[in-house]
């Protein structure tokens, strides 16, 4: 299951030695890591609506991050593009929960990984308002530039292939709610 905080719902899987096809889609797509501090890649895209960011990116995908961290500059322009508005004091971004801002789309070795509306505005408790998962993060010049967070990992199973410093992602099989 994707949300935690339920009665009576688990939470996520790991699975070692094998890849989970109960889970996951059999279908993976697999990319060399920049480096293997932090289990670290390459995006060369961030899309959403009308704005687009082509780029090199060193990134990271942590399941101990909530939401989706980058740098501000192109964080404004993603919650602008999904109708979002920076709140300084909370340090996130605010939107109605009934916006629609469509998929955000991370182009990562060439393939395209779309994350949902499901995944991408939470609930921030009202059912009225809601946060973007995506929030401002500056690494300082060390280490990645993003971190792929929760919202990410919900969406697409990560595949850590030690041997082959490689790290892959699969579509997640599990409903999205």
């Given at each position: 299951?994707?949300?935690?905080a339920k009665?009576?719902?688990?939470?996520?899987?790991f699975?070692?030695?094998?890849i989970?096809?109960?889970?996951?889609d059999?279908?993976?797509?697999?990319?060399?890591?920049?480096?293997a501090t932090?289990?670290q890649?390459r995006?060369?895209?961030?899309?959403?609506?009308?704005?687009t960011?082509t780029?090199?990116y060193?990134?990271?995908s942590?399941?101990?991050?909530s939401?989706?961290a980058?740098?501000q500059?192109?964080?404004d322009q993603l919650?602008?593009?999904?109708g979002?508005?920076?709140n300084?004091r909370e340090?996130?971004?605010?939107?109605?929960c009934s916006?629609n801002p469509?998929?955000?789309?991370i182009?990562i070795g060439?393939?395209?990984?779309?994350?949902?509306?499901i995944?991408?505005v939470?609930d921030s408790?009202d059912?009225?308002?809601?946060y973007?998962?995506?929030f401002?993060?500056?690494?300082?010049?060390f280490?990645?530039t993003w971190i792929?967070?929760?919202?990410?990992v919900?969406?697409f199973c990560n595949?850590y292939d030690f041997?082959?410093?490689?790290i892959g992602f699969?579509?997640?099989?599990?409903?999205?709610n």
């Amino acid at each position: 299951m994707h949300r935690g905080a339920k009665e009576g719902v688990t939470g996520g899987v790991f699975t070692y030695g094998a890849i989970d096809t109960t889970n996951c889609d059999s279908k993976s797509t697999f990319v060399a890591l920049t480096s293997a501090t932090y289990w670290q890649f390459r995006v060369t895209q961030f899309k959403l609506g009308t704005y687009t960011q082509t780029r090199n990116y060193d990134v990271i995908s942590d399941t101990g991050t909530s939401l989706i961290a980058g740098p501000q500059a192109i964080t404004d322009q993603l919650a602008k593009a999904a109708g979002a508005k920076y709140n300084n004091r909370e340090g996130v971004y605010e939107m109605p929960c009934s916006t629609n801002p469509g998929t955000l789309d991370i182009t990562i070795g060439g393939a395209v990984y779309s994350i949902q509306k499901i995944n991408l505005v939470l609930d921030s408790g009202d059912g009225k308002n809601c946060y973007f998962g995506v929030f401002p993060f500056e690494m300082g010049g060390f280490g990645p530039t993003w971190i792929l967070g929760d919202p990410f990992v919900r969406q697409f199973c990560n595949i850590y292939d030690f041997g082959g410093q490689r790290i892959g992602f699969a579509a997640s099989l599990q409903p999205n709610n």
